[in-house]
Nanobody, 115 residues
Framework: VLLVESGGGLVQAGGSLRLSCAAS????????MGWFRQAPGKERELVAT???????YYPDSVKGRFTISRDNAKNTVYLQMNILKREDTAVYYC??????????WGQGTQVTVSS
């Protein structure tokens, strides 16, 4: 399994970014996909998930600002992030789950939100 994130960068508070995660080596449509993030000195936290059936979940910290989507034809999952805040600064990771546990991870992409 290979997951490759892209789209991170530096953005001002209030701005937007779209992250992409391209998957290979798996039957993408059979996997639940998720985005996680880890800020310096903090534990990794869930940002968004999308099931193989298209159901989505967001924690309150990003609900209404972030949108996860997937394109099974392109083996890619996306994370649209709007109204970014300084506290969204973190390394963002894409992950895949086939048996209910996220056990395949990308290398991460840095998102930095400046004030």
């Amino acid at each position: 399994v290979l997951l490759v994130e892209s789209g991170g960068g530096l953005v001002q508070a209030g701005g937007s970014l779209r992250l992409s995660c391209a998957a290979s080596g798996i039957i993408f449509s059979a996997y639940d996909m998720g985005w996680f993030r880890q800020a310096p000195g903090k534990e990794r936290e869930l940002v968004a998930t999308i099931s193989r059936g298209g159901n989505t979940y967001y924690p309150d910290s990003v609900k209404g600002r972030f949108t996860i989507s997937r394109d099974n034809a392109k083996n890619t999952v996306y994370l649209q992030m709007n109204i970014l805040k300084r506290e969204d600064t973190a390394v963002y990771y894409c992950a895949a789950a086939n048996t209910g546990r996220y056990d395949s991870w990308g290398q991460g992409t840095q998102v930095t939100v400046s004030s």
